[in-house]
């Protein structure tokens, strides 16, 4: 048996534009749909595996997010580090990281 998968794993950044893979519809507080695999969240986090396995939903309101941290939260969970997380997004990506229990992060 194939052990399961230990994030954080470097995912690769690449996938962030495929259409293919990007599934899941995140609403972010600017109106913009930020758009993510969600395989992969769902590897970073047992929230949103339980919100798009169980529940089967296809988009997550993260209106009180702004996009630039959404996106940052999502390149985190693609490739397994912080790279680019700044003061300005500190606050908001520290508390997707919680209520997601994107607990690595």
Request: glycine share 4%.
């Amino acid at each position: 048996m194939a052990p399961e998968v230990v994030v954080p794993i470097n995912f690769g950044r690449r996938m962030l534009s495929s259409p293919t893979h990007n599934t899941l519809k995140l609403n972010t507080s600017q109106g913009v749909v930020v758009h993510a695999s969600s395989v992969i969240l769902s590897f970073n986090s047992p929230v949103i595996d339980h919100m798009t396995t169980t529940l089967h939903m296809t988009s997550v309101d993260m209106m009180e997010f702004s996009e630039a941290a959404v996106r940052m939260f999502v390149d985190a969970a693609y490739s397994g580090t912080a790279e680019g997380l700044n003061r300005e997004i500190f606050r908001d990506v520290n508390k997707m990281a919680n209520v997601f229990e994107m607990s690595w992060f």
